[in-house]
């Protein structure tokens, strides 16, 4: 399974899909990273695993469309099977969610459907959570709205910051998201409707 994966910053989560690709649970291969920002660290990480990396910056383009337009035309050069999106910090518009439904993922920090947006973690301490965690899901035209696919939550401890509570989460993030793709690599994962369908593992 041909993976595309999209970040804009660290891309801690890309280096765990880079980690596992290929291995006996993990059936895919990480085609190609783009990113918006030149300066994203996790072009270094692709670079050093010989990956094929590209910029779109969203800066050089008049509005959203012809950005995604861009984006569309250098992610499509790589012929993915699933698209990743890892901490990828721009919104999609809805002919670019469409263009990729059903082969779509993104992961959240947070318990969706609780916090969609940013700051999840201060939210959920502001609000006096017992817990935080993330989401894997489909992305469709509504932010951090698509069909959950699975989620791992950790405890918020005394004395916590959302920095802290975020370290916590993105050791999770990092097995639960390439074990996401992992499903979809194995065909057994897929978007029905409003739903994420997961089947039992052949036997
Ligand atoms: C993660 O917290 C992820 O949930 C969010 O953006 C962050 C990306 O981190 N969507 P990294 O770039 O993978 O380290």
Redesign the pocket.
């Given at each position: 399974c041909r993976l595309v994966v999209l970040?804009?910053?660290?891309?801690?989560?890309?280096?765990?899909f880079i980690d596992k690709a290929g291995d006996a649970e993990h059936p895919f291969e990480v085609c190609a990273v783009l990113s918006n920002r030149a300066d994203?660290?996790?072009l270094e990480r692709a670079a050093k695993a010989g990956i094929s990396t590209a910029v779109v910056d969203h800066k050089a383009f008049a509005d959203r469309d012809s950005f995604d337009r861009a984006l569309m035309a250098k992610i499509d050069a790589f012929e993915p099977d699933l698209v990743i999106?890892?901490?990828?910090?721009r919104i999609l518009t809805g002919s670019f969610t469409r263009h990729y439904l059903g082969r779509l993922l993104?992961?959240?920090?947070s318990l969706l459907p609780k916090y969609t947006g940013l700051h999840t973690h201060q939210r959920a301490l502001d609000a006096g959570d017992e817990s935080s965690g993330?989401t894997v899901h489909f992305v469709t035209e509504e932010l951090d709205g698509g069909p959950p696919i699975v989620q791992a939550s950790v405890p918020i401890l005394p004395g916590d910051d959302a920095d802290a509570i975020?370290a916590r989460?993105?050791i999770k993030?990092?097995i639960i998201y390439p074990m996401a793709a992992a499903w979809f690599s194995e065909g057994r994962l897929r978007l029905d409707g409003e739903c994420a369908q997961l089947d039992d593992k052949a036997l």
């Open positions: 970040i804009s910053g660290s891309g801690s989560n890309l280096q765990a994203a660290y996790g999106l890892a901490g990828f910090m993104n992961i959240h920090p993330c975020a989460v993105l993030e990092h």
